[in-house]
């Protein structure tokens, strides 16, 4: 398959694996990458010869750290710019989930913001005991959007979000498979092997069992109780005193102070 963007596909017979490949920015996110995701997925997930996909992070260093904020200026910062902005990340996002295959996050190192959205957007998360887990949407200002916490929730209940979205909370491997974040946590160096087993045993079992299990737990969660008005308003933080100031504090790399406006 050819890719762009840093977003890159390896097939291993019946496995595709995804891979980040953005190693200098710590495989941060960039809009055409979030683009790029999701048509890859949809690719993969059209291809009725695979049986599971991995997603990684290039090198060893990082998972994803996220959104790439230095690309801020250019890609957000104003209400159209960010709803288009959003509308991408969730179509990115949400491949994941809508893939037919079942996914398997393969987490080393730096697994924050958008990169850990992305991890529960899969069916199994693997990481190493060393990794850094979490979601920083506070520190700017942002607010994350319902049907990227929905998998948050599902997975680890509603106090685990909260100290994951108004806490801020950073987890290491261990401390997130306790919470119930990871489906497996094995020693650093042991990630990739165990997720690639974790992904021959899924291959090895009849991938329309796989596939029909796969639909029947989303179907079970059902529709999210939101309406479009609250989905819509979720892009306000852009007009906030608190996010502007922060956008410009972390460029200056110095400490957002937030005044609640």
Same mark, same amino acid.
């Given at each position: ?52 996909? /991995?997603?990684? $992070?290039? !090198? %060893? ?9 230095? #690309?801020? @200026?250019?890609? +957000? ?32 190192? /730096?697994?924050? $913001?958008? !990169? %850990? ?9 693997? #990481?190493? @005991?060393?990794? +850094? ?129």
């Amino acid at each position: 398959m050819t890719d762009n963007a840093h977003i890159r596909t390896e097939r291993h017979g019946e496995i595709a694996v995804v891979v980040f490949d953005r190693p200098e920015k710590r495989n941060a996110f960039n809009l055409a990458m979030w683009q790029s995701l999701a048509a890859t997925m949809r690719a993969l997930s059209d291809d009725g010869s695979l049986r599971a996909v /991995v997603l990684r $992070g290039a !090198g %060893a260093e990082a998972f994803s750290a996220g959104a790439d904020i230095s #690309a801020f @200026e250019a890609e +957000r910062g104003t209400r159209e710019k960010e709803d288009h902005y959003g509308e991408i990340v969730h179509q990115g996002m949400q491949s994941i989930r809508a893939c037919i295959h079942p996914t398997v996050a393969m987490i080393r190192g /730096v697994c924050i $913001g958008g !990169g %850990a959205g992305i991890a529960t957007m899969c069916d199994f998360r693997v #990481a190493g @005991e060393g990794i +850094r887990f979490g979601i920083t949407a506070r520190n700017l200002g942002i607010w994350y959007p319902y049907a990227e916490m929905d998998p948050v929730v599902q997975i680890a209940g509603t106090a685990v979000a909260a100290e994951i979205f108004i806490e801020g909370r950073i987890f290491n491997g261990t401390e997130a498979y306790q919470k119930g974040l990871l489906s497996r946590v094995v020693p650093d160096d042991r990630v990739e092997e165990e997720a690639m087993a974790l992904a021959r045993r899924i291959a090895e079992g009849a991938p329309l069992s796989a596939r029909f299990h796969k639909r029947a737990l989303v179907a079970l969660r059902g529709p999210l109780p939101i309406s479009a008005e609250q989905e819509a308003a979720v892009n306000d933080f852009v007009r906030t005193e608190d996010f502007q100031n922060a956008f410009r504090a972390f460029l200056a790399k110095k400490k957002p102070v937030f005044q609640g406006r």
